[in-house]
């Protein structure tokens, strides 16, 4: 059966130094910028380990490293643990709000506060208004801005794509004041949008990648029970990833 997906054109971009892992160079396969976004070919696309940031959809390509491993949570059978009980039950007082995936003046001041406390030693630091208007407001009506508000205060603003299959969360930044901290507000919007995947009867939350060797990426396997894409196949058991010097 003749399928759209094989009319899609996709690029390689040249060797870069990789985000994720130290003294590693990294491939990326890009799909044609070009090609019109729509939710189907981004639902399909997702199942295949594809991410988007901005306008790009996306997947490592590394020829010696299998490390990035991509995740989702089956929603129906998540079993949060006494510390997620805990902030689901802490964070039942904050309201959310979904929102367009616009630009907000309220939301780009929480963001450039919590990229320069928080991420200082990233590459998204300095934050610049162009930047983030480019890695988060899209007229894609998929997308969404989900508001957590206490007494009327925004605590944090998670980025999150609604697939004809599950959710994508994309990014989430949130008050790095100390007084929020015992709020795990990280987690809480993994958690929020594990409930929202199963009021909308959804199957998934897909957390982007997950790398053994990284300890960023280590709070993901706190969402149990976790799956992971192992060549076409999602599954319940950790892979053997491996990388090269």
Known sequence: MHSPLQELRFFLTEPHDCSYLGAHEATTLFMDPHTPVDHEMYSALTLMGFRRSGTHLYRPHCQECNACVSVRVPVNDFAPDR?????????????????????DEEHYALYERYIRTRHSDGEMYPPAIEQYRAFLNTS????????FRLDGRLLAVAAVDFLTHGLSAIYT???PDDAFRSRSLGSWAVIWQIRRAQSLGLEHVYLGYWINESQKMDYKQRFKPLEYLQGHRWRRSIPVTQTHH
């Open 83 to 103: 510390s997620l009980r805990r902030t689901e039950r802490d964070n039942q007082d904050l309201v959310a709000i979904e929102r367009p995936a616009c630009f």
């Open 140 to 147: 894609h009506d998929f997308s969404r801005l989900v508001e």
């Open 173 to 175: 930044f949130f008050d």
